[in-house]
């Protein structure tokens, strides 16, 4: 059984760019939650996709947006970066609607400068 | 404002002895918890849960204990081994999975096990 995988795995941008970061679910799973983690603090919930569609949201920003594929992986992308936005992303997989327990990807460190 | 707490940034204990970590909550909505164990570069992974509708449950070496009225919840590890040394997370949410909202994590309790 495959484990969720993210990449990159490191990943250096400016201010005002736009950034995309990538992940595969686990094996069977159908659902896909980001989340974003800043230094000191514990991972904070972006949003959620399931089956293709956006399913729940946190509180972030719509230049905060995201993808789910037919083959269930998943993308985030970021536009116009801010210096806050640089933080560890963790993509976590689920299954059935986020009904089940979430697992975590490695993360990609994101730093802005 | 933070739902979930994790009030001791880091706890050092022996090896052998006891691990004790603590998490307090906010959200009455909340009837699901977990705790994950983070590795530096690693994703979390996930250790136990528990809904509200138990008060324990135990896996091998960890336990985790619930008290509802107290919105309190914690995580024994017993014995404590050197590589249970890493950062834990307590993590809530409403339903099984988060569902569209989500899990909302504690900031964490970097526990370091002592030889």
């Known amino acids: 059984e495959t484990g969720v995988t993210q990449s990159p795995t490191h990943l250096i941008k400016t201010r005002g760019q736009q950034v995309t970061l990538r992940c595969s679910s686990q094996?069977?799973?159908?659902?896909v939650s980001w989340y974003q983690q800043a230094l000191g603090q514990g991972p904070q919930f972006i949003f959620q996709y399931y089956r293709e569609e956006e399913n729940g949201r946190g509180n972030f920003p719509p230049r905060f947006s995201g993808l789910q594929f037919p083959n269930y992986s998943s993308e985030l992308n970021v536009n116009a970066l801010e210096l806050d936005d640089s933080a560890l992303y963790l993509c976590a997989s689920s299954l059935e609607d986020g009904r089940e327990t979430q697992y975590f990807g490695p993360g990609t460190r994101l730093l802005v400068l | 404002d933070q739902q979930v707490k994790q009030n001791s940034p880091s706890l050092s204990v022996q090896e052998g002895r006891i691990s004790i970590l603590n998490c307090d909550y906010t959200?009455?909505?909340?009837?699901?918890f977990l705790w994950y164990k983070k590795y530096p570069a690693e994703g979390p992974t996930f250790l136990i849960s528990?809904?509200?509708?138990?008060d324990k449950n135990e896996d091998g070496r960890f336990t985790v204990f619930l008290n509802k009225s107290a919105k309190h919840l914690s995580l024994h590890i017993v014995p404590s081994q050197p590589g249970d040394s890493a950062v834990y997370f307590c993590?809530?949410?409403?339903?099984?999975?988060?569902?569209?909202?989500?899990?909302?994590f504690g900031k964490g309790t970097h526990l370091i096990i002592q030889p």
């Open positions: 959200n009455s909505m909340f009837d699901y």
């Open positions: 993590a809530a949410s409403v339903g099984t999975g988060g569902g569209a909202d989500g899990l909302t």
């Open positions: 094996s069977g799973h159908n659902t």
């Open positions: 528990i809904s509200s509708i138990k």
